[in-house]
């Protein structure tokens, strides 16, 4: 059987790559479990000191598993109730460094956004589709987006639903650098390694100082996006022909 996540030991660095990729790595239960269970193993290891995320090419991650919430609706959505890996990326009091290697779309870019910082191949795309396919993000987007890339850019991201590509992304702040995609992991476990430099109580120290910060700041917007996403009834009857309508919008933008 193919496992959904392969995990590497770099040193004190762990690679974590989504591994669905006839999915687009689309988050189904089993991926979600596998995926919130390693990161928090690897947060309580002390010897684990940075976290490399990346996906299997073709893609990052696709968000939601698009087909499982056409049929399932709720039901699906009741995996992020119990169990919400979006969130939790951003929560986590080891640094994330996310490898972003294809598309990124709507809970793929709010997984992403968890991320301390990004680093792009030159193959990575993003988009914000969550209103093409009839739902709200609940992933903490409408906060973290905007910290980004600035108000302006994530509104229009998130109302067009328009690809951004990763010459854009590190034009607007989305990504820190573009690499050669053959470069992306080499080069970011790289830059994971100068993260483990620093003594580990003082770099814990340093993440919550800016984890507390940001919280701070924008505990407000992340209230308003829980209560209005939690109080939205979605219209399943019709995802199935979002589903298809972006996907086929997001191909023939990518041609």
């Known amino acids: 059987m193919t496992t ?34 390693e990161l928090r193993s690897a947060d309580a ?11 299997t090419d073709p893609a990052f991650c696709a968000g939601l598993d698009l087909k499982a919430l056409a049929a399932d609706g709720a039901d699906y959505l009741r995996i992020f109730e ?3 890996v979006i969130r939790l990326i951003g929560e986590l009091h080891t640094p994330v460094i996310g490898a972003v290697n294809g598309a990124a779309f709507t809970g793929g870019l709010e997984m992403a956004l968890g991320c301390d910082f990004l680093v792009a191949s030159e193959r990575a795309v ?29 509104r229009r991201m998130s109302f067009t639903g328009d690809l951004v590509d990763a010459r854009l992304a590190v034009r607007i702040g989305l990504v820190t650098e573009v690499v050669p995609h053959a470069d992306l992991i080499p080069h970011v476990l790289g830059i994971a390694s100068r993260v483990t ?47 298809r309508q972006v996907l086929d919008r997001n191909r023939s933008q990518l041609d």
Do not use: C, Q
Request: charged share 20%; proline share 6%.
């Open 4 to 37: 959904v996540l392969h995990t590497e030991k770099h040193g004190t660095v762990r690679l974590v790559t989504l591994n669905r990729p006839d999915a687009r790595n689309s988050l189904s239960a089993e991926l979600v479990g596998a995926l919130s269970a």
């Open 45 to 55: 290891d002390p010897t684990v000191r940075a976290i490399v995320l990346t996906g």
């Open 82 to 84: 119990d169990d919400d």
């Open 126 to 154: 993003f988009a914000d589709t969550h209103a093409r396919v009839g739902v709200l993000p609940g992933g903490g987007l409408t906060a973290r987006l905007p910290d980004r890339v600035g108000t302006a850019w994530a």
């Open 197 to 243: 430099d620093a003594p580990g109580a003082i770099m814990g120290s340093l993440k919550h100082m800016y984890a507390e910060g940001w919280a701070a700041v924008n505990a407000p917007v992340l209230d308003v996006e829980h209560r209005l996403a939690s109080a939205e009834t979605p219209d399943w009857s019709g995802l199935e022909n979002n589903r």
